[in-house]
């Protein structure tokens, strides 16, 4: 029941139909017992920057950005975090009374879903060069990874990024498998309707852990082909749930927990395979 105080904040993107952020935020605003509510909210991309600028006068504690809006939600801010600059992009708006603060949390969604994996502990191979890429890079990076490579499909835009992240960060043909402690997969490569990512992990230390951004399905074909080599395999739900945490502390005042309840109602309508 919300009274007239009621605490407002949602996800844009266009479509936004497909989101689970809605019931994930909702579950946590429940949980607490929070005068708050979390709404789907489709901006078309040429309304975007006027839509936010009303929902800041209309109250908003602020909104995660969601495709396609992710550099878009950049160019509105008044300020934007180090990670997000990091990041080339903008997942959460906070509106304060001193303006618009544009963060990222996709990384750090990344790093926590991983529980327990320290990025210094050895080199790291990540497939993919776009947004999601970029963000894991960073925070990988930032958190002391000693060696990442990078493997595209287009070698140019790796080569990019590369360069524009710098540190220990290197572009190759062929994923480098035989010292690495982390394989992540960036692209949508064994998401449902895609084509499954062809590769052999045989070469892959057994203390690797192998990471998929994908969750759709929550099983992926790279899941189940590192979970036959024995390895411990990541699925891309936790990055979802994780990424979610700042916001809603910023908004509503409230850390929320990430559990295995948590998991379950925002994965009930995800095909496991
Ligand atoms: P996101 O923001 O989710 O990372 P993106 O910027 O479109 O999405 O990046 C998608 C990534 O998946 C890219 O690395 C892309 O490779 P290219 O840079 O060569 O386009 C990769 N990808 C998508 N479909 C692919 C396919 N069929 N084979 C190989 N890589 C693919």
Not at 140 to 154: E, F, I, M, S, Y
Not at 158 to 180: F, K, N
Not at 194 to 203: G, K, W, Y
Request: with cysteine.
């Amino acid at each position: 029941m919300l009274s007239g105080k009621a605490m407002l904040a949602g996800v844009t993107g266009w479509p936004v139909a497909h989101s689970r952020s809605p019931r994930l935020h909702g579950t946590w605003i429940a949980r607490h017992g929070l005068d708050a509510a979390y709404v789907p909210l489709p901006i078309r991309p040429e309304d975007f920057a006027s839509a936010i600028r009303g929902l800041a006068q209309a109250g908003f504690r602020g909104v995660n950005v969601t495709i396609p809006h992710k550099e878009a939600a950049f160019a509105v801010c008044d300020r934007v975090s180090a990670r997000a600059k990091r990041a080339g992009a903008v997942n959460t708006l906070v509106f304060t009374g001193a303006g618009i603060e544009g963060d990222c949390t996709d990384g750090f969604g990344f790093l926590a879903s991983l529980e327990g994996y320290d990025p210094a502990s050895g080199p790291a191979v990540l497939l993919g060069a776009g947004g999601a890429a970029r963000a894991i890079a960073a925070a990988l990076l930032d958190a002391g990874c000693p060696k990442l490579t990078l493997v595209n499909r287009t070698p140019a835009r790796a080569q990019a990024l590369a360069r524009e992240l710098g540190g220990p960060i290197a572009v190759s043909d062929t994923p480098p498998l035989g010292d690495a402690a982390l394989l992540v997969n960036t692209t949508s490569l064994g998401m449902s309707g895609q084509p499954p990512l062809e590769i052999d992990l045989s070469a892959l230390p057994a203390h690797a852990v192998v990471a998929d951004i994908v969750y759709v399905p929550q099983e992926t074909p790279l899941l189940l082909a590192a979970e036959a080599r024995g390895l411990r395999a990541v699925g891309g739900l936790g990055m979802l749930l994780h990424q979610a945490r700042p916001g809603f502390e910023a908004w509503f005042g409230v850390a929320p927990m990430v559990d295995d309840e948590l998991r379950r109602i925002v994965a009930a309508d995800i095909p496991t395979r």
